[in-house]
């Protein structure tokens, strides 16, 4: 709770607070965000803010740790990646899409069980989310939110590139929901260049041609 103009400010949603209501309270600075978790929150208003300012939802605070700064991000793709899954359900079934694949040269094996196998794509993105909070929530890897050793930092590409692949099997195989999705949330071009940006992806596993297609519609606009 902070104090603005003498009028207290409570930044909790309230039981029974409709989806369109929620988190609707001031900004806060970030420098005023006393708290361990105040990484994450900057970022995500940050994201209410303005879901298509990337560059600025990407561009952190002054001095914040960088190591921190990438964890919280690959949190809160997850996070938000489950929203993805969850539409998925409806059109992605074990009977029609029952490998995780992207295009015919992109066929994915799942690292959830003991020796790597395929799964059906439905499966394998529900197993990579549960995997990937396993691992960023893990207290061994990760028992601070304020400070993340080099070692652990180092896990984080090994996440960014299995749960890149559940948009990738999106755009090639459900267009239409991630369509729908990305208009919503510019997730897929965030976490592209996020990923980018720290070299946590090599480009040529970057299959989603999301960045070239908004070239390509900014030069037709031209």
């Given at each position: 709770?902070?104090?603005?103009?003498?009028?207290?400010?409570?930044?909790r949603?309230?039981?029974?607070?409709?989806?369109?209501?929620?988190?609707?309270?001031?900004?806060?600075?970030?420098?005023?965000?006393?708290?361990?978790?105040?990484?994450?929150?900057?970022?995500?208003?940050?994201?209410?803010?303005?879901?298509?300012?990337?560059?600025?939802i990407?561009?952190?605070?002054?001095?914040q740790?960088?190591?921190?700064?990438?964890?919280?991000h690959?949190?809160?793709?997850?996070?938000?990646?489950?929203?993805?899954?969850?539409?998925?359900?409806?059109?992605?079934?074990?009977?029609?899409?029952?490998?995780?694949?992207?295009?015919?040269?992109?066929?994915?094996?799942?690292?959830?069980?003991?020796?790597?196998?395929?799964?059906?794509?439905?499966?394998?993105?529900?197993?990579?989310?549960?995997?990937?909070?396993?691992?960023?929530?893990?207290?061994?890897?990760?028992?601070?939110?304020?400070?993340?050793k080099?070692?652990?930092?180092s896990?984080?590409?090994?996440?960014?590139?299995?749960?890149?692949?559940?948009?990738?099997?999106?755009?090639?195989?459900?267009?239409?929901?991630?369509?729908?999705?990305?208009?919503?949330?510019?997730?897929?071009?965030?976490?592209?260049?996020?990923?980018?940006?720290?070299?946590?992806?090599?480009?040529?596993?970057?299959?989603?041609?999301?960045?070239?297609?908004?070239?390509?519609?900014?030069?037709?606009?031209?």
């Amino acid at each position: 709770m902070k104090m603005a103009d003498g009028i207290a400010i409570l930044r909790r949603n309230k039981p029974g607070t409709k989806a369109k209501d929620f988190s609707r309270w001031p900004d806060e600075p970030f420098e005023e965000m006393d708290s361990t978790l105040a990484v994450q929150q900057f970022i995500q208003q940050q994201i209410r803010r303005e879901p298509s300012n990337i560059v600025q939802i990407l561009t952190p605070p002054d001095g914040q740790d960088e190591g921190v700064w990438k964890y919280e991000h690959l949190r809160q793709f997850c996070m938000e990646l489950n929203g993805l899954a969850v539409r998925l359900q409806g059109d992605c079934h074990p009977e029609t899409c029952t490998q995780m694949t992207a295009t015919e040269q992109w066929i994915f094996l799942c690292a959830a069980h003991k020796t790597p196998k395929e799964c059906a794509a439905i499966d394998y993105t529900r197993h990579t989310l549960d995997g990937a909070a396993c691992l960023l929530n893990s207290n061994k890897y990760f028992p601070s939110r304020v400070s993340i050793k080099d070692a652990s930092v180092s896990k984080l590409g090994s996440v960014c590139r299995r749960v890149y692949r559940i948009f990738s099997h999106a755009y090639f195989h459900h267009r239409n929901i991630f369509d729908e999705f990305e208009n919503e949330t510019f997730l897929c071009r965030r976490f592209t260049l996020f990923v980018t940006k720290y070299g946590l992806m090599s480009k040529d596993n970057l299959i989603v041609p999301i960045l070239e297609e908004e070239a390509g519609t900014g030069e037709s606009e031209a």
